[in-house]
């Protein structure tokens, strides 16, 4: 274990496909932990490595690794930048000490890009801008910069430039050492004169460097202000204050599958924090709810905060933990969210797919255990004697649903305990049961997350599931009143069946539910058979007579009727009562109702416009608007038919940048001509 000091905790994070995982394998590779640069396309990479992220040729789960670099230790989490995915980057910008943010040079800013841009900004991340892909076809160094300029919240700092760009990208230039490194095409480096027809250029960006970093610091800028420089151990040193307390982010420069990763990682070392260079964590005892702090000290209690699960059918489930205090050694630890000890058979340090058995961990380490008893994604776990809950942000909220069952009807029992481990594995998921269309609904963050569950279940726990769109649960209610008559007579030699009942049927307010009234005098009816009219009435509302859907909110009064001494019985009865409710529904005027969403929508200002006008088109009601930090929130009431799968079109609105959280609220009257096609579909 390594001196806290000598530690580098360092998360990758960016949009998706801009070259995160490859930079991973260059670093690696590089410093001599693995032994063949994989390839994501090819499915070689020792951080895809999952069946699903190979198919895709994309990063669906953080992975995990680390390599010695100059002496120090460096872990990293290298994190999906898929819409789907986020919460993973999300929860990972919670436990890491330095960030490291690649951007593709074609593809630029993406609606990703200022997400995650968001989640490192929100944790005050020291950070390094990696622009990546300097030789593909349409690179733009320049265009890159001043988009992350113009759209992230980054105070970024040129401290790297492309020697060329494209198919004649060769090198970089270290505008703080003056000099330049060319790479061959083997991906070694070498020194050189910084080029001649690139020196006027590059004494411009280290003016504007020596700049920045001096408005950093008050004795700084009195220097460069009197002198009109920094030297360049002012400038390095400067630069590194900076860096850690997230005053400024450096852009480098390269491109991930042909340079050697050797400045990228003296970066890492020389710039960006040691867990002990960082503020002592903050959390609540929860004996007295006093706020604690624990600092990135072998000598501290230990804890931990366990920020990812991973579910395996044979090793069962792994829980990755980021160590922020202390040492943990043995076969045990508190859980202080849970109040309970759990014990383990072996730590373990995640190598990719692979984990590798060490006897301890200590701060700023990415550590696992298998098959813990209590422990789940969020908790956190320490010494008994130094209870502390540190805290991870709520999951992102899943945005669309659809209803799943087995693709073989004896596997639902399997298929739903499979949706549970994969529950533990990914807190973006949902399972519920809806009630009303007995339907059980799984939901995510979008169609891809769905799809690759789906798949993931079939490779892990040999089941099938399919995915439909929910069932609407409409309902049926009358819009009139009606007295009603139903004899049901029946004789066919020996006893017959007799049962006569008059009802009188009015619609309830809404929400209001189904009503019986006993207004039976006389004995007209006996006490015996009222509950069987009562019982058949009830049967009849399950199946209504215009789509066979529930009916509600309706009045009855049992008012009249008449038996006969022995053809009458309960059965008789239930069935005058069931025959009459469906009469009666039909001369009450009949109708159908939709369940209304109450809904809350986070867009940005400048698609306010946008966003009222889809709604209007859904038949969606504006109650309110309200801002806040994440933007301007729309209320809003819409039918629950017309957003079944608004989660992928208001990213399409939205550059990805809208979100939103509905929940029921009431049922409304269906308009008669969506009726009248809902009705004919159901009697195809």
């Not at 989490?77 to 593709?104: K, Y």
């Not at 990812?308 to 045990?332: E, N």
Request: proline share 5%; charged share 25%.
């Amino acid at each position: 274990m390594k001196e806290v000091k000598l530690v580098r905790n360092i998360g990758l994070f960016g949009h998706s496909k801009c070259g995160k995982t490859t930079l991973a394998e260059a670093m690696l590779f590089t410093a001599g932990k693995i032994s063949r640069l994989g390839q994501v396309d090819n499915g070689t990479s020792n951080m895809d490595f999952e069946a699903e992220e190979i198919s895709h040729k994309m990063s669906i789960n953080t992975a995990f690794h680390h390599l010695p670099w100059n002496k120090h230790e460096v872990y990293l989490s290298d994190t999906p930048g898929d819409e789907n995915f986020l919460n993973d980057a999300m929860f990972t910008a919670q436990v890491v000490d330095g960030a490291i943010f690649t951007i593709g040079a074609v593809l630029g800013i993406k609606t990703q890009t200022e997400k995650i841009a968001g989640f490192v900004l929100t944790n005050h991340i020291p950070t390094l801008i990696f622009i990546n892909k300097m030789n593909r076809e349409r690179a733009d160094f320049a265009k890159t910069v001043a988009d992350i300029t113009a759209n992230l919240a980054f105070k970024p700092v040129v401290i790297q430039l492309p020697i060329g760009a494209e198919d004649k990208f060769r090198g970089v230039i270290d505008l703080i050492r003056q000099q330049a490194y060319i790479f061959d095409d083997k991906g070694q480096m070498s020194e050189a004169e910084i080029p001649h027809d690139m020196a006027e250029e590059a004494a411009a960006y280290r003016e504007t460097l020596m700049e920045a970093v001096a408005e950093t610091d008050d004795n700084l800028i009195e220097t460069f202000l009197e002198e009109g420089e920094l030297s360049k151990t002012e400038l390095q040193q400067g630069l590194i204050k900076a860096v850690r307390s997230a005053k400024l982010q450096p852009i480098m420069t390269g491109a991930a599958n042909i340079m050697s990763a050797e400045l990228f990682l003296n970066a890492i070392t020389d710039l960006l924090p040691s867990p002990a260079d960082r503020e002592p964590r903050a959390g609540i005892n929860p004996k007295n709810d006093e706020i604690v702090e624990f600092p990135a000290s072998i000598e501290a209690p230990f804890s931990a905060l366990v920020f990812k699960t991973m579910a395996d059918p044979y090793a069962g489930r792994l829980s990755i933990f980021r160590v922020i205090s202390g040492t943990l050694a043995g076969d045990s630890f508190h859980n202080a969210g849970k109040d309970k000890n759990e014990k383990f058979s072996q730590l373990l340090v995640p190598e990719g797919k692979n984990n590798k058995p060490v006897d301890e961990v200590g701060p700023g380490m990415i550590a696992a255990v298998a098959k813990l008893k209590y422990t789940t994604t969020g908790d956190t776990i320490c010494e008994p004697g130094n209870p502390v809950i540190f805290e991870l942000p709520k999951a992102i909220r899943p945005s669309l649903s659809y209803a799943v069952t087995a693709g073989k009807k004896d596997d639902e029992d399997k298929l739903f305990s499979s949706i549970s481990k994969m529950l533990e594995e990914d807190p973006t998921l949902r399972m519920t049961r809806d009630a009303e269309t007995n339907e059980t609904i799984i939901s995510g963050t979008g169609k891809n997350h769905l799809q690759i569950t789906c798949e993931k279940i079939k490779r892990k726990f040999g089941v099938e599931m399919n995915l439909e769109l929910p069932k609407i649960p409409y309902k049926e209610t009358i819009s009139g009143k009606t007295k009603v008559q139903y004899k049901h007579k029946k004789q066919s030699g020996g006893r017959g069946q007799y049962a006569d009942c008059w009802l009188e049927i009015e619609p309830q307010s809404r929400g209001k539910g189904y009503e019986f009234k006993d207004c039976i005098v006389g004995g007209v009816i006996p006490k015996q058979y009222i509950p069987a009219v009562d019982k058949g009435i009830q049967e009849a509302m399950a199946k209504g007579v215009l789509a066979s859907y529930p009916m509600v909110d309706i009045s009855i009064r049992l008012v009249d009727g008449s038996f006969h001494n022995v053809d009458s019985s309960e059965m008789a009865f239930k069935i005058a009562g069931s025959m009459a409710l469906k009469k009666g529904t039909m001369e009450a005027g009949p109708l159908l109702l939709e369940p209304i969403m109450r809904i809350n929508i986070t867009i940005p200002e400048d698609k306010v416009g946008d966003i009222i006008g889809d709604l209007n088109s859904r038949r969606g009601k504006v109650m309110g608007m309200a801002s806040d930090t994440m933007g301007e929130v729309i209320n809003a009431e819409v039918p629950m038919a017309e957003i079944l799968e608004y989660g992928p079109e208001l990213a399409a609105l939205t550059r990805g940048l809208g979100f939103f959280a509905s929940e029921f609220s009431h049922y409304k009257k269906v308009p008669a001509q969506i009726s009248e096609k809902i009705i004919s579909k159901v009697g195809e």
